[in-house]
């Protein structure tokens, strides 16, 4: 049987995006460097870039990573040239990076550097200054919260790049270009193809508490109006889980990472915490709009689109023995990709993240390390997703169902 990659639109490759189904063989070893020049579409010149093959199909298409980290997807009639080089694969010195950044985005671009983090923003210094602290401090508290024996985590190689556009309407337009108009209506995002979070600066519009639209220059400006603004912080940390996810050896990009996982986990880590300087600091607070969102969707009669029996309290939320969307939550990713079923998929992914992190964070642990392995563009089928989730947890979702349901009616009651 023949192996082919072939061509498939940006956002597929963005976190929440659909996985495409492509199937290919692993190259040779992947420390090799090669040099491969090649035209990204019929329009364009061609482009010369270094790096290392992730995969190789038997037509001869390829998965590519660069030195800058962007992993390109060349099909055999883009190819013109390919040539192997010295040495061993390596991403840039952080030098390097930032200068390749700044050079992409523009001289306008200011840098801001921390030990793990290389910031390339259009906006105000300070509000780069406030992101890379609060990465450095997601980072550190991400590593420790899942050490353990069972799940190997280390800090990334290389700093990781995170772009922030001037303002909303840059940063649309940006998005759009490159990740197409869906992508434009976000906060932010984390892009799997170039491995970088890309947010924009919401606070050169006006000072926090009022209509003027002068610039928030200062720390303590950033501070008022991030206390003002939770949910960006919210959008922050969860774009920059993402990231770390994908750089600390717990998610392997172009894989089959279920994105209830994924998702569920960055929701779990996004929520802001006021007591903190920077806005953020306690793990696994309830996510109010989540746990309400989810709320919502068992409201009436129905319970993950099934009936329920009617009363009061946790009755009420006891659903009957009929097919549960739960189940397909976890077998694939199809209701992520649903205008009418994300908002729902979300608050499920963050309620069984919560409830699985309370009560097996052992087995969910596991569950983690087991998706871990996953190979370059090797996606489990439904049957497979399933019979993952019930050899780590010892009950399929259907059969985890009401427990969770008694959870979620217990918490963040005020």
């Known amino acids: ?26 190259s040779a070893p992947m420390e090799q460097t090669w040099e491969v020049t090649f035209v990204a579409s019929k329009d364009s010149s061609p482009k010369v870039i270094a790096g290392r093959i992730l995969i190789e199909a038997q037509d001869g298409g390829i998965l590519f990573e660069d030195r800058v980290g962007v992993i390109w997807n060349i099909t055999p009639d883009q190819q013109i040239s390919r040539t192997s080089g010295e040495g061993t694969y390596a991403l840039l010195p952080a030098d390097e990076l930032a200068a390749s950044l700044k050079n992409e985005l523009g001289e306008s671009t200011e840098i801001v550097r921390s030990e793990h983090y290389i910031i390339a923003t259009a906006g ?11 990465f450095e401090e997601l980072m550190t508290t991400f590593l420790a919260y899942w050490e353990s024996s069972e799940l190997s985590l280390e800090l990334p190689e290389s700093p990781l790049l ?16 490159e990740a197409g108009p869906e992508f434009a209506q976000a906060n932010g995002y984390y892009s799997m193809k170039t491995n970088r979070v890309v947010l924009f600066d919401p606070t050169g519009n006006r000072k926090p508490s009022t209509n003027r639209r002068s610039p928030v220059r200062s720390r303590s400006d950033i501070q008022r109006f991030m206390a003002a603004n939770p949910h960006v912080i919210a959008t922050t940390i969860h774009e920059a889980t993402h990231q770390l996810a ?23 880590f996004e929520v802001p915490d006021k007591r903190v300087r920077t806005g953020w600091g306690k793990i696994g607070g309830v996510n109010r709009p989540r746990l ?15 009936p329920i029996a009617k009363g009061t ?28 079923a994300r908002e729902v998929a979300y608050a499920e992914a963050w309620a069984l993240t919560h409830f699985l992190l309370a009560n097996h964070r052992h087995q969910y ?50």
């Open 292 to 306: 309400d969102r989810f709320r919502k969707s068992l409201s009436g009669t129905q319970t993950f689109g099934r």
């Open 124 to 134: 105000n210094r300070s509000h780069a200054e406030w992101c890379v602290e609060l």
């Open 313 to 340: 309290g946790e009755n009420s939320l006891l659903p009957s023995l009929r097919d549960a969307r739960l189940t397909s939550l976890v077998a694939d990713d199809t209701r992520f990709s649903d205008p009418q």
């Open 365 to 414: 642990i596991r569950y983690i390390a087991k998706c871990s392995e996953g190979a370059h563009l090797r996606w489990k089928s439904r049957e497979e997703r399933l019979q993952d989730f019930k050899e780590v947890f010892n009950v399929t979702p259907d059969e985890m169902e009401v427990d969770l349901l008694r959870y979620v009616a217990k918490l963040g009651r005020r």
């Open 246 to 268: 994908y750089n600390s050896g717990m998610h392997t990009r172009y894989a089959d990472n279920p994105l209830w996982l994924t998702e569920g986990m960055a929701l779990y």
């Open 162 to 177: 995170v772009v922030i556009h001037r303002d909303r309407a840059t940063f649309a337009e940006a998005a759009r270009i």
């Open 1 to 26: 049987m023949k192996y082919r990659l072939r061509s498939f639109p940006f956002w597929l490759v963005m976190l929440l995006g659909v996985s495409t189904r492509m199937s290919a063989e692993e």
